[in-house]
């Protein structure tokens, strides 16, 4: 199946660093969307994103959408235990009425 | 307001059984979506509806169906279960906003065939 390609697949990092992973496409997208899943439940909408170049915010997650809208990008400051799960980039092209998923990068944090 | 609600939680066949799966979208949301999510596949899209009609059909074979009922909620359906669809079922419902659509989850269905 089509799957985008998120890096990076898994990360240890300790409490209190900043993390970044990002997806790429070879398709271009106008909606991409952020999420966190932890083990046995469904994914969390974290940040939606509509524009090239948008930048948003919420809380410690940052996301960006590629200018070339093949790409995405997040953030996370000032990693806590709780942030540990695994993060999925979704991307969505116009009229398709479907998201293709990333694979997924999972992180750990070493308090 | 409640989040998208998915029934049941668990479920365990046999091969060659059918399966169907239910899906509460949020109040007012009337875009319905269906994932399956393995290991090694990841998030696949299967299909998704509006207002009662599929809008667009994932990779699939014909033992996925699906359908939406006039109150947004949805089924999905498998039949002639094989070991390969032992999986998380997800089902998603959407809302398009003043800028895009948002894409909310709910918690699964986990279908183990045996």
């Known amino acids: 199946g089509q799957q985008l390609n998120q890096s990076p697949q898994s990360m240890f990092i300790q409490e209190g660093e900043d993390v970044s992973m990002n997806c790429t496409s070879s398709s271009i997208f106008n909606t991409w969307l952020w999420y966190k899943q932890d083990p046995g439940e469904g994914p969390v909408l974290l940040i939606a994103?509509?524009?090239?170049?948008e930048l948003t915010s919420n809380g410690r997650l940052t996301a960006q959408f590629g200018i070339t809208r093949k790409d995405s990008f997040l953030n996370i400051s000032a990693s806590i235990p709780s942030d540990v799960g695994i993060y999925f980039c979704?991307?969505?092209?116009?009229?398709?009425?479907?998201?293709?998923f990333g694979t997924g990068t999972r992180l750990k944090v070493l308090a | 307001k409640a989040g998208v609600t998915q029934t049941p939680r668990y479920l365990i066949k046999t091969r060659g059984q059918q399966v169907t799966l239910s899906c509460s979208p949020i109040s007012g949301h009337r875009s319905v979506s269906w994932y399956q999510q393995t290991p090694g596949q990841g998030l696949q899209f299967l299909f998704e509806?509006?207002?009662?009609?599929?809008?667009n059909k994932g990779n699939f074979p014909g033992r996925f169906s699906g359908r939406q009922f006039s109150n947004s909620r949805s089924e999905m359906n498998v039949s002639t279960l094989e070991l390969g669809d032992s999986a998380l079922y997800l089902c998603?419902?959407?809302?398009?906003?003043?800028?895009?659509?948002?894409?909310?989850f709910g918690s699964g269905t986990q279908l183990s065939v045996l």
């Open positions: 979704a991307g969505q092209s116009a009229g398709t009425y479907k998201y293709i």
């Open positions: 509806y509006f207002s009662e009609t599929q809008r």
């Open positions: 994103l509509y524009k090239a170049g």
């Open positions: 998603a419902s959407s809302l398009w906003g003043g800028e895009g659509e948002k894409l909310f």
